[in-house]
């Protein structure tokens, strides 16, 4: 059983950037590969990002490819999601999950979920 604790949503202007956090329970994080997800209001879950057990494999959405860094920090038991460049249609609640296995982009793939962290982005 995994437990997470999204943080760092919040308000901000278009062009500025939030560092989002997710904490992670229990004593086997480095066995989980991790993921963010975004989902905006009347639209469906997307995924944003994801990176392997180890962080070496990490792959991201199109829509937000060389703006967003997804990191690790296993000693720590927790993953990142820098956020820069923002959008108002990056404006969404986001999700931290973990898997399992192999990383995914599939948010089928993973076994559990935080309770999201909204951010807000303003034109």
């Known amino acids: 059983q995994v437990q997470l604790v999204e943080s760092g949503g919040g308000l901000v202007q278009a062009g500025g950037s939030l560092r989002l956090s997710c904490a992670a329970s229990g004593r086997t994080f480095s066995s989980y590969a991790m993921g963010w997800f975004r989902q905006a209001p009347e639209k469906e879950r997307e995924f944003v990002a994801a990176?392997?057990?180890?962080?070496?494999?990490?792959y991201y959405a199109d829509s937000v490819k060389g703006r967003f860094t997804i990191s690790r920090d296993n000693a720590k038991n927790t993953v990142y999601l820098q956020m820069n460049s923002l959008k108002p249609e990056d404006a969404a609640v986001y999700y931290c999950a973990a898997e399992y296995g192999l990383v995914s982009s599939s948010a089928n793939q993973y076994n559990y979920w935080g309770q999201g962290t909204q951010v807000t982005v303003s034109s």
């Open positions: 990176i392997s057990r180890s962080g070496i494999s990490i």
